[in-house]
């Protein structure tokens, strides 16, 4: 657990992830911005390439090198990192996030190349009619922040089509890091001294608290995440963030469905 005063990480990555197109398209919308316990955070380019935006296939290759390096990272990703309990218990899964990974990847494969998150939604690809959810279920965290569901497509502000983008590339980091990175909370609630960690957050807690300084929208997300986890992480205050306060009976439940960092 972090201790208070002492900052636990030396870089702070916010992203803002988009669930255009396929993994190897060129995003306008895929953002990165990094700082480190200096410095304010900065836009990330992609690596020189014929794409002039981030693809989410190069961002994950890119992830991977970064937090493989000994500087411990914290990395803010804004989409779903899981579903909630209704999804396991309709399709009778193992309340286990690295199998639901596993399962969630074979039905719905959008990392693969010249996959749409439609085309799995139409039934072009993969089998996502076995593994869908109802816009009416939302996790506890999205219940507290006032999120959309998971499963809430074709809407202004929905996280659903970047959150079944985004989950097999946390699969893949997963995979390729092991356990070098702390998925948090399912790797639990302390994120151990000097690993680089995962986590989920929602820049719209933040996002009029930053002044916008000529960022798109987002550019400003990108910004506002990796900014909170720099300032919460050096002024102390990241451990109370990391222990929300919830019922007993939550935290299990939550250790499965995923958190928002920063919801209390």
Do not use: C
């Amino acid at each position: 657990m972090p201790e208070r005063g002492k900052p636990s990480f030396h870089r702070y990555i916010g992203i803002d992830y988009s669930g255009a197109e396929t993994p190897d398209s060129s995003l306008k919308g895929l953002r990165v911005y990094l700082g480190d316990r200096e410095s304010l955070p900065v836009e990330i380019e992609p690596p020189p390439s014929p794409r002039k935006y981030w693809t989410r296939r190069g961002l994950a290759e890119w992830l991977a090198v970064r937090l493989s390096e000994d500087v411990p990272a914290i990395v803010g990703i804004d989409h779903g990192f899981s579903f909630p309990l209704r999804y396991f218990e309709v399709h009778w899964l193992e309340p286990s996030w690295p199998a639901f990974l596993d399962d969630f990847q074979q039905h719905w494969p959008t990392d693969k190349e010249h996959t749409y998150v439609d085309f799995v939604r139409d039934g072009l690809r993969g089998d996502g009619a076995a593994r869908s959810g109802s816009a009416r279920w939302r996790r506890i965290t999205e219940k507290r922040a006032g999120a959309k569901s998971v499963f809430h497509f074709d809407v202004p502000g929905s996280v659903a089509k970047s959150t079944h983008a985004g989950l097999p590339w946390l699969r893949y980091l997963r995979n390729r890091l092991g356990e070098r990175v702390h998925f948090w909370p399912f790797d639990g609630w302390e994120i151990p001294a000097g690993k680089s960690a995962l986590v989920e957050v929602y820049p719209s807690l933040w996002s009029k608290s930053y002044p916008r300084e000529g960022r798109t929208p987002d550019q400003h997300d990108a910004y506002v995440a990796a900014a909170w986890l720099r300032q919460v992480d050096t002024d102390g205050s990241l451990g109370k963030f990391l222990m929300p306060s919830m019922l007993p009976g939550e935290y299990p439940v939550a250790q499965v469905e995923g958190w928002i960092l920063g919801v209390m």
